[in-house]
């Protein structure tokens, strides 16, 4: 692969060629069956890629991960939700704040950032709060690196009856993301994470009865409108909105890419991915944020030594030709960076970028 700049942040991310030369499809309006064909590929597709299985349809929107988050939040609950909202990061804090922006009520456990969620506080929160009809969380909070347990909380918002809401943004096609196996209700992501492919879709998997119900929810969003996505899509294939075109074409071509990988080959690469990263990292004598236990298998969060700035380490890797992410929020004043292992990468290419970490932080010890 020729590459003058390596992406190791988590989104935008590197795509296999055949993504980049889709958007070389000849013009075409979204209003043809041409087109009509091409999304009902992509949802046929990607309902292989979150584990859905007839009771779910797949809704595009031209926009990015935060578009299908508020299209879910703003359109799916009115005034007589009240929702849990279990929160561990930066991911966690955008969703309670889409969620206030919208009047939406929410009761929140709130932990650090970087730390496991307990099921047992999740339980107990439904037990005491029977008026919750909601539960909502992320997969993988990408702030942090941690995985939340999905699983588990679906079960129990199965077992209290309560709809459950999951920001799969960074998970899904690198996790073990199962709408079905969970009793997920709603599973966003966005085109250009763990798919590989280029930024401007936001994508959700959506269960079709729980579509239904929104029919007379009041309309406070026009274009984040999620009944309306969903009609436009079961009764034309198309969506209301003019799309971007070309990155339909694009994230087309990588998911169909997705697939001849294979789901569980693609994780098992990014898994693979980033052992080398920790390996690396830690022989290198730095320390990580998260037990391997608890981490994605996509991003990996590094405390640079105290004495080593940030900024500097992060500007010396980018005139290498390597972008990586410094930490955010809180995590910003604790020299931490974040390595992410998404896309079109490999164990050979991990091997680089460490080196060149080794190769900068040695050229900035004071
Ligand atoms: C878990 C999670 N949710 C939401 C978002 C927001 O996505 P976007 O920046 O595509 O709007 C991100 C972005 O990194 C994310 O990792």
Redesign the pocket.
């Known amino acids: 692969m020729n590459r003058s700049h390596w992406l190791f942040c988590?989104?935008p991310v590197m795509v296999p060629d055949r993504v980049r030369q889709a958007l070389f499809h000849p013009d075409m309006c979204h209003r043809v069956s041409g087109f009509e064909e091409i999304i009902q590929n992509v949802q046929k597709n990607l309902l292989k890629v979150f584990n859905a299985n007839e009771e779910y349809t797949i809704l595009l929107i031209t926009g990015?991960?935060?578009?299908a988050?508020e299209t879910v939040i703003s359109s799916y609950f009115g005034p007589q939700d009240n929702v849990l909202l279990v929160k561990n990061g930066e991911?966690g804090d955008?969703l309670a704040e889409i969620s206030k922006i919208h009047g939406i009520k929410t009761t929140i456990i709130p932990y650090d950032w970087g730390a496991c969620v307990d099921i047992a506080d999740v339980e107990n929160a439904l037990q005491k709060h029977p008026e919750i009809t909601s539960v909502m969380m992320?997969?993988?909070?990408?702030?942090t690196s941690v995985i939340n347990p999905v699983s588990q909380v679906g079960q129990l918002a199965r077992k209290y009856g309560k709809s459950f809401v999951v920001?799969g943004?960074?998970?899904v096609g690198g996790e073990d993301v199962n709408v079905a196996r969970d009793h997920i209700d709603f599973c966003t992501t966005?085109s250009?994470?763990c798919l590989a492919g280029l930024?401007g879709i936001?994508i959700i998997c959506a269960k079709r009865s729980e579509l239904e119900k929104t029919m007379h929810n009041k309309t406070r969003v026009a274009y984040l409108n999620l009944y309306r996505l969903y009609k436009m899509s079961e009764t034309r294939h198309q969506t209301p909105n003019t799309p971007s075109v070309t990155m339909f074409f694009a994230l087309d071509a990588a998911v169909e890419r997705l697939l001849e990988e294979g789901l569980e080959n693609r994780i098992n690469r990014y898994k693979r991915c980033a052992r080398v990263i920790r390996r690396g990292v830690r022989e290198m004598g730095l320390k990580l944020l998260v037990d391997d236990a608890i981490a994605s298998n996509t991003v990996t969060s590094v405390f640079l030594p105290e004495k080593i700035s940030m900024d500097e380490f992060i500007r010396v890797l980018e005139n290498k030709g390597y972008t990586l992410y410094p930490g955010k929020g809180v995590l910003r004043g604790s020299n931490m960076f974040q390595i992410a292992n998404m896309g079109e990468v490999d164990e050979k290419m991990c091997l680089e970028l460490l080196q060149v970490i080794k190769e900068s932080i040695d050229e900035l010890r004071p």
């Open positions: 988590p989104g990015s991960g935060t578009a988050n991911f955008r992320v997969f993988h909070e990408t702030s920001d943004v960074s998970a966005s250009n994470k930024p936001g």
